[in-house]
């Protein structure tokens, strides 16, 4: 079993810059991609980024140039740090772990229990 303890995020306004962080304990696999991903109300939950445990990267367009991921693989801990923040990026936030045994094509997925970030004009 895995848990994921996120912190950070919290109320800022546009144009300013925030921090999340995930700390994930309990097995994780060698093969494991952690990411963060949002859900605003009324709307379905969307990737904002992702980090492979060899440190590729893959970003939602909307975050791009403003939105960095990052982990530290020694601490299991992966951090997004948001700047230029935007009203739209107002949502809760939640972080992502998916693992899976090398060999196997079985992946084991976990969330944490979101952070609220908003955003005001």
């Known amino acids: 079993q895995v848990q994921l303890v996120e912190s950070g995020g919290g109320l800022v306004q546009v144009g300013g810059s925030l921090s999340l962080s995930c700390a994930a304990s309990g097995i994780i696999f060698n093969i494991n991609t952690m990411g963060w991903y949002r859900q605003a109300p009324g709307k379905q939950r969307e990737l904002v980024a992702s980090?492979?445990?060899?440190?590729?990267?893959n970003y939602a367009d909307s975050v791009k140039g403003r939105f960095t991921i990052s982990r530290d693989n020694a601490k299991n801990t992966v951090y997004l740090q948001m700047n230029s923040l935007r009203p739209e990026d107002t949502a809760v936030y939640y972080c992502?772990?998916?693992?899976?045994?090398?060999?196997?094509?079985?992946?084991?997925?976990?969330w944490g229990q979101g952070t609220q970030v908003t955003v005001s004009s």
């Open positions: 992502n772990l998916e693992t899976r045994r090398v060999g196997s094509g079985t992946w084991y997925d976990y």
């Open positions: 980090i492979t445990n060899d440190g590729s990267t």
